[in-house]
T-cell receptor, first 112, second 120 residues
Framework: DAKTTQPTSMDCAEGRAANLPCNHS???????VYWYRQIHSQGPQYIIH???NNETNEMASLIITEDRKSSTLILPHATLRDTAVYYC?????????????FGTGTRLQVTL | DTGVSQNPRHKITKRGQNVTFRCDPI?????LYWYRQTLGQGPEFLTY????????KSRLLSDRFSAERPKGSFSTLEIQRTEQGDSAMYLC??????????????????FGPGTRLLVL
């Protein structure tokens, strides 16, 4: 699976959009970009995933560049409850196993 | 709530004791994963089941660790002769495969709340 690079930490004011970047320059054609977040002492929570088109759901939007070497997770109106560690994961299909390889993620702090 | 559940949520044990954790996946999910997370790190893959078959094990899964999923539903993870280095959060996730065409998976893993183990 391709390696990802994320900033260690970011701050965002409540009510503003939080834009979390992720670099995955070695991504290959059949690898998806997944985003999970982990609020303190809880299990990771799935947010969104995409292959090459931009995706949006009730939680967030995922913007993937045309060359697929980077992506941005957008939380449109961040709240204090969005304070968490956000993980960007690139995962391919290996036939049977499809484990997730987590990095250290981006710690997002939403402030008043 | 029909999410992934794990029991116990917390476990404190003395070095050398055996411990067992249980994971109940989302009912229609045939894949089940175990991960381990130490402080300040992201979760690390341990092992994976498809139905009752254990299909992959990480090198992190030493011979003191054993996982089972006897009927393809719930799973147990046992650690024998615990060591202080086993202190961590043990996470379970489940999924069902979803093909997006051309063999590319859209599988999404859903995690439980984890079992936090402290070995004294």
């Amino acid at each position: 699976d391709a390696k990802t690079t994320q900033p260690t930490s970011m701050d965002c004011a409540e009510g503003r959009a939080a834009n979390l970047p992720c670099n995955h320059s070695t991504i290959s054609g059949n690898e998806y970009v997944y985003w999970y977040r982990q609020i303190h002492s809880q299990g990771p929570q799935y947010i969104i995933h995409g292959l090459k088109n931009n995706e949006t759901n009730e939680m967030a939007s995922l913007i993937i560049t045309e060359d697929r070497k980077s992506s941005t997770l957008i939380l449109p109106h961040a709240t204090l409850r969005d304070t968490a560690v956000y993980y960007c994961i690139v995962r391919g299909y290996t036939g049977t196993a499809s484990k997730l390889t987590f990095g250290t993620g981006t710690r997002l702090q939403v402030t008043l | 709530d029909t999410g992934v559940s794990q029991n116990p949520r917390h476990k404190i044990t003395k070095r050398g004791q055996n411990v067992t954790f249980r994971c109940d996946p989302i009912s229609e999910h045939n894949r089940l994963y175990w991960y381990r997370q130490t402080l300040g790190q992201g979760p690390e893959f341990l092992t994976y089941f498809q139905n009752e078959a254990q299909l992959e094990k990480s090198r992190l899964l030493s011979d003191r660790f054993s996982a089972e999923r006897p009927k393809g539903s719930f799973s147990t993870l046992e650690i024998q002769r615990t060591e202080q280095g086993d202190s961590a959060m043990y996470l379970c996730a489940s999924s069902s495969p979803g093909l997006a065409g051309a063999g590319v998976t859209k599988e999404t893993q859903y995690f439980g709340p984890g079992t936090r183990l402290l070995v004294l």
